[in-house]
């Protein structure tokens, strides 16, 4: 029997062993945003590829594929070693306040793993006119260190950044890790052809194989209880924080879940 020593987070709790036997592995996350490229990217690959869960967190959970899940889940694809972390629902990122963006991304960084990939969509209006790229990267100086192929090109400067790629960012520039945004333009609020480029340049980063790309594959959520509990009362703010959200970004509000 494994003896639980230990316990590391607030959010996703996993013991110290196990963080130890994870430190040679790859992270990539992705939630809903622009085009809604990282939910989707995360939700085609937890269907095409064997994974377990590592971790989870919300106040309801389900079995899928024999799999437990909640909101959040964390799952390890040991043939690549990779951890998948993303939402199970799409939450649009905006509607979550930015300190719990801030505290999960340092859980997630304090793994201490090889490196950090988050996908995330871009404006496809904020694209240089005479670019030809439809894939840009912001990564971290420790990531330029250590995998400078896949740095340029680089994200336009003055192009504002929130949510938690925002945080990977920010925390991981500052705890110097290895943290790559892998962005890619979008054109629709639910961008698939977007999703399958950042399925292609995924696999070029992290070796991982990923089958059935032009068939992006779904989550059907709807056996979810129609309960607003789902989303956690400690990440709901009683301060105007509908003002806070951008209302342009494409993605899904809390009222889309219940």
């Given at each position: 029997?494994?003896?639980?020593?230990?316990?590391?987070?607030?959010?996703?709790?996993?013991?110290?062993?196990?963080?130890?036997?994870?430190?040679?592995?790859?992270?990539?996350?992705?939630?809903?945003?622009?085009?809604?490229?990282?939910?989707?990217?995360l939700t085609?690959?937890?269907?095409?590829?064997?994974?377990?869960?590592?971790?989870?967190?919300?106040?309801?959970?389900?079995?899928?594929?024999?799999?437990?899940?909640?909101?959040?889940?964390?799952?390890?694809?040991?043939?690549?070693?990779?951890?998948?972390?993303?939402?199970?629902?799409?939450?649009?990122?905006?509607?979550?306040?930015?300190?719990y963006w801030?505290?999960?991304?340092?859980?997630?960084?304090?793994?201490?793993?090889?490196?950090?990939?988050?996908?995330?969509?871009?404006?496809?209006?904020?694209?240089?006119?005479?670019?030809?790229?439809?894939?840009?990267?912001?990564?971290?100086?420790?990531?330029?260190?250590?995998?400078?192929?896949?740095?340029?090109?680089?994200?336009?400067?003055?192009?504002?950044?929130?949510?938690?790629?925002?945080?990977?960012?920010?925390?991981?520039t500052s705890?110097?890790?290895?943290?790559?945004?892998?962005?890619?333009?979008?054109?629709?609020?639910?961008?698939?052809?977007?999703?399958?480029?950042?399925?292609?340049?995924?696999?070029?980063?992290?070796?991982?194989?990923?089958?059935?790309?032009?068939?992006?594959?779904?989550?059907?959520?709807?056996?979810?209880?129609?309960?607003?509990?789902?989303?956690?009362?400690?990440?709901?703010?009683?301060?105007?924080?509908?003002?806070?959200?951008?209302?342009?970004?494409?993605?899904?509000?809390?009222?889309?879940?219940?």
């Amino acid at each position: 029997m494994d003896i639980v020593d230990s316990i590391h987070g607030n959010f996703l709790r996993i013991p110290e062993n196990i963080l130890k036997e994870i430190k040679d592995y790859q992270v990539v996350i992705g939630f809903s945003g622009f085009g809604n490229v990282g939910y989707l990217s995360l939700t085609h690959m937890s269907e095409v590829l064997e994974l377990e869960t590592l971790a989870v967190w919300g106040s309801t959970s389900w079995f899928y594929k024999g799999r437990l899940e909640s909101l959040l889940t964390v799952y390890k694809h040991k043939k690549s070693k990779t951890i998948l972390v993303t939402s199970r629902v799409p939450i649009h990122v905006a509607t979550i306040p930015q300190k719990y963006w801030d505290e999960l991304t340092e859980e997630i960084l304090l793994w201490n793993c090889k490196k950090y990939i988050y996908i995330a969509g871009l404006r496809e209006d904020t694209r240089l006119k005479e670019s030809s790229n439809w894939i840009v990267y912001a990564p971290t100086n420790r990531w330029v260190e250590y995998y400078e192929e896949y740095s340029t090109p680089k994200i336009n400067d003055k192009l504002t950044m929130i949510g938690p790629l925002n945080s990977f960012l920010q925390i991981g520039t500052s705890f110097n890790k290895a943290v790559l945004g892998l962005l890619i333009y979008c054109n629709f609020e639910e961008d698939r052809e977007a999703t399958r480029l950042a399925l292609d340049s995924l696999e070029k980063i992290t070796g991982i194989s990923i089958s059935n790309k032009e068939n992006i594959l779904s989550f059907d959520y709807s056996f979810i209880p129609n309960n607003q509990n789902i989303i956690p009362n400690t990440l709901i703010e009683d301060e105007d924080n509908e003002e806070d959200a951008d209302e342009d970004i494409p993605g899904y509000d809390f009222s889309d879940l219940i």
